[in-house]
């Protein structure tokens, strides 16, 4: 770490020179404005001009790429905070290349067309990181998947196709969520200064926030395989009766408490709150295997789907615990009756 001697320049004036290659690299010269940003935690951020240029470019060149990736780099731009991005070919773009570019656009929240030739297409972003706050999103996430979970659990118990595509028809809306989330994110990280735009009063629980929302994405994923299950199920229902069904939805709103809860005490910075999932968490202890044993006899085939609805309960589960401990360490990084902190 580098260290600089402060000098006195007026009665009330302190100053520090800035670093010469910093300078040179963000074209910071004589006269040039900075910002500086003053953390809660005793840090002076100095920002050059170039950290508020929100219209960053990337151009993505499709000749050695299949369709896929090329829909997955524009994803990677979207996340990496890109405002423009353009999709060129050195001849005419290839049809697979921008069925990609259309692909990709009804994925990402805010992503449209803005021009296209035979040989390039751009894309723009128009998303503005203060319409969002990155705790707003968390808990629309959390209950996407929840609604997801709860459809598909009551379509299993009902026999009931149609709730179970409604729950399938919401994993689009999941994924937009959490992959603009990524973006947030990783904009607030690369520019402090929108960390307070988002809703955050430092840097600080961008990590945490990261681990979070993926974690998120993976239970809409684990409520999507309950859906799967039950329209490829017999009759779209599991061969259980009805006190083994009961048990199942019993467990659904056990891990439905424990997910929202761990956001919540995420967002809330509410420790009491991480340990009451904690406790929610041992009392549902190995549900899954008590399920299983009490099971009749019956097909490989139907003990299978069985074991998988209940594999995907008790896996969202583990990811709400995975949220209460880092809504642990988020919690303990500030002063409460359980710490201080000097």
């Known amino acids: ?12 004036t302190l100053a520090m020179t800035l670093p010469a290659e910093w300078a040179q690299e ?13 953390s809660g935690k005793g840090s002076l951020t100095v920002l050059p001009e170039s950290a508020h240029d929100d219209e960053a470019e990337a151009t993505i060149h499709t000749e050695q790429l299949d369709a896929g990736a090329v829909e997955r780099a524009i994803v990677a731009q ?3 905070g890109r405002r423009v991005i353009h999709v060129v070919s050195e001849g005419a773009l290839e049809s697979s290349h921008i069925n990609a570019v259309y692909k990709a656009e009804t994925q990402l929240m805010g992503l449209g067309v803005i021009e296209e030739t ?6 723009r972003c128009s998303v503005d990181p203060e319409d969002f706050d990155l705790d707003n999103l968390l808990e629309r996430l959390e209950n996407t998947g929840s609604t997801m979970r709860g459809e598909a659990v009551k379509a299993l118990a009902h026999g009931n196709p149609d709730l179970a595509q409604r729950a ?6 999941a994924n937009k969520i959490f992959v603009l989330l990524l973006r ?3 904009t607030a990280h690369e520019n402090p200064t929108l960390a307070r735009a988002v809703g955050l009063d430092s840097g600080f629980p961008l990590i945490g926030y990261r681990s979070i929302s993926k974690n998120l994405e993976l239970t809409a994923d684990n409520a999507e395989d309950i859906a799967d299950i039950v329209l490829e199920a017999n009759g779209h229902t599991l061969e259980v009766d009805t006190g083994t069904m009961r048990r199942i939805r019993e467990f659904t709103d056990h891990v439905d408490e424990m997910t929202a809860l761990a956001v919540q005490a995420a967002v809330e910075r509410d420790y009491d709150m991480t340990l009451e999932v904690r406790k929610k968490f041992h009392e549902l202890g190995d549900r899954e295997s008590d399920i299983l044993s009490d099971l009749p006899e019956m097909s490989n085939d139907d003990l299978l789907q069985v074991r998988d609805v209940l594999v995907s309960l008790q896996q969202t589960a583990q990811y709400a615990m995975r949220n209460a401990e880092i809504a642990a360490n988020l919690a303990l990084n500030e ?6 902190i000097n």
């Open 1 to 12: 770490m580098e260290t600089r001697k402060v000098q006195r320049l007026g009665p009330s």
């Open 26 to 38: 963000h074209g910071v010269e004589k006269g040039d404005e900075v910002s500086l940003r003053i």
């Open 78 to 80: 979207y996340v990496l």
């Open 118 to 123: 035979p040989e390039s297409i751009a894309i």
């Open 168 to 173: 399938l028809n919401r994993e689009r809306q």
């Open 184 to 186: 947030l994110i990783f």
């Open 335 to 340: 002063e409460s009756e359980h710490t201080t």
